[in-house]
């Protein structure tokens, strides 16, 4: 079964705060919900599917649902880390053509910087081997950046590129964080955290969320939204597999990214604009690479001078300003990656970063830890008449 | 600089063999019998072709770094973090230690050192530069 036209994005919507002391969790997953229901021009009364991860509080979906006041018959609560939500289009396209709901529902919401937030359940097989290395996303990435350095000659300043091109879109959006433009020396020049990674080549910390309406074609087509068609998707996780296949300059968006573009029957090259998960820098270079943007090793020239700025690069991302600048709600920058893909593909980006006749798109992510265990999600977006 | 807490292990059935290795200075592996591949973490199945006929093998402790990135930043740092790969073959999550963490480098040669956990737990097996 392929998931070519099996469904459309009708809602999408981002939460424009960054900092939400003052609204609770479940009532941030609402505020979502309802806006992408009301970007799609549906109610909560028209939502068969929900879609849920672990940011969502209590029992998951059973709260959830509950708490919303959905009446469901599908409900999934897949775990992929921050490319989730990602994943959750491609599994809510699946519900739709198995003839398991008609309006998906998905909502992403968390409060980091407001209240203590739990990420993952302890009790890993791994946990009493790694635990006490203190390993943490920043050293994780980083080693896989100083693999990366060590094999292929990527420099800092090539990384530096990738949050100097998420700084160029931020300017533009309203509700980014971090909305100011920097240059590759300021880059450098931030304080370094885990080698070879700067402050600055790590994303925001924000509270906030987002949500997506998936529907039917013929629901899509009932409404008056600029039609935008899952039209391939690809998923896999990677891990050191018994430390015999550890490669730390591989993520599994190198199976991901394929799957996704076979399925949908085009290449990279014919992508007019790419949302790449950006925990920080190297983990756009590394997914860059592996969808095949570039040969493996080859990230380090690609993003550099600019080549991922709207407008002048030949690859626009993130144009929202991405993880890096803008918003990474609940340390999740998934779903978020999938709505900027959708402004971008109905034409309603901010006009500095607008990508001109853009009709097919990229959303993809990386979930968990790079250099430990992850996953990756990635879905091909088209633009319909 | 505050030294930072190492989580103490907690020994099951599955792993108490590695963690009594450790207490005796020795970093155990496990290898299989059926594909004859070692893997580590250590787990009663092997992860490369799902036997359950695995047993431990006890290693040199030596290895080279595969990669390492220095955390700046919180409880103890700076402190290394680190994937050593182990001459028998895996590669080990770990910390390299007692040392300047600004002179390691991938390829860098390094053996085992086993460092004191919390409460009289099980020691946990770090690495050193060896120096050859």
Not at chain 2, 68 to 81: H, I, N, Q
Request: glycine share 12%; net charge negative; proline share 7%.
């Amino acid at each position: 079964m392929s998931l070519r036209n099996a469904a459309y994005i009708a809602g999408a919507f981002e939460h424009p705060t960054r900092l939400a002391p003052d609204i609770s969790t479940p009532q941030l997953h609402a505020e979502c919900a309802a806006g992408a229901l009301a970007d799609a021009g549906l109610s909560l009364q028209d939502v068969d599917g929900y879609f849920c991860a672990t940011d969502a509080p209590g029992f998951g979906p059973i709260s959830m649902i509950d708490y919303l006041g959905l009446d469901v018959r599908h409900a999934d609560s897949t775990e992929m880390g921050g490319c989730t939500y990602i994943a959750h289009v491609a599994h809510a396209a699946q519900a739709i053509a198995a003839g398991k709901c008609k309006v998906a529902l998905i909502t992403l919401a968390g409060r980091p910087r407001s209240e203590s937030v739990m990420r993952f359940r302890p009790g890993a097989p791994e946990q009493d081997f790694e635990q006490w290395v203190g390993l943490t996303n920043h050293t994780s990435y980083g080693m896989c950046a100083v693999r990366h350095m060590h094999e292929f000659g990527t420099t800092s300043d090539q990384l530096a590129w990738i949050k100097v091109a998420a700084s160029h879109h931020a300017q533009h959006n309203e509700n980014a964080m971090l909305p100011k433009v920097v240059t590759v020396e300021e880059v450098l020049e931030s304080p370094m955290i885990a080698d070879p990674l700067h402050r600055l080549d790590c994303c925001v910390t924000t509270d906030g969320g987002g949500a997506l309406v998936v529907v039917a074609p013929e629901i899509a087509k009932s409404l008056s939204r600029p039609l935008v068609a899952l039209r391939g998707a690809g998923e896999a996780t990677k891990g050191p597999s018994g430390g015999l296949g550890l490669d730390l300059t591989v993520s599994a968006a190198a199976r991901s990214g394929p799957a996704a573009f076979a399925e949908a029957g085009v290449r990279p090259a014919d992508i007019k604009y790419a949302s790449v998960y950006d925990s920080f820098t190297i983990t756009v270079l590394i997914q860059l690479e592996d969808l095949g943007f570039c040969a493996k090793g080859g990230g380090g020239k690609f993003v550099a001078d600019g080549n991922l700025i709207s407008g002048t690069g030949k690859l626009p991302f993130n144009t929202d300003g991405g993880g890096l600048c803008s918003n990474h709600p609940m340390f999740r920058g998934g779903i978020t990656k999938v709505i900027e893909a959708v402004r971008q593909l109905r034409g309603e980006a901010h006009p500095a970063v607008q990508v001109p006749n853009c009709d097919l798109a990229v959303a993809t992510g990386i979930g968990g830890s790079l250099g430990a265990r992850h996953g990756a999600a990635t879905v091909i977006l088209e633009r319909q008449s | 600089m505050s030294e930072r807490t190492l989580t103490a292990p907690r020994p099951n059935p599955e792993t108490q063999a590695f963690w009594d290795g450790a207490s005796n200075g020795v970093l155990k592996i496990k290898s299989c019998g059926a594909c004859s591949r070692p893997h580590y973490y250590p787990r009663a199945h092997c992860p490369h072709c799902g036997s359950p006929d695995t047993g431990w093998v006890e290693t040199r402790g030596e290895g080279e770094i595969h990669s390492v990135s220095v955390m700046r930043r919180g409880e103890g740092a700076p402190f290394a973090v680190a994937y050593v790969t182990l001459a028998e073959g895996p590669a080990i999550l770990t910390n390299i230690v007692d040392c300047d963490p600004d002179t390691l480098a991938v390829g860098q040669k390094v053996r085992v050192v086993f460092k004191p956990t919390e409460d009289g737990a099980p020691p946990v097996p770090m690495f050193t530069p060896s120096g050859d």
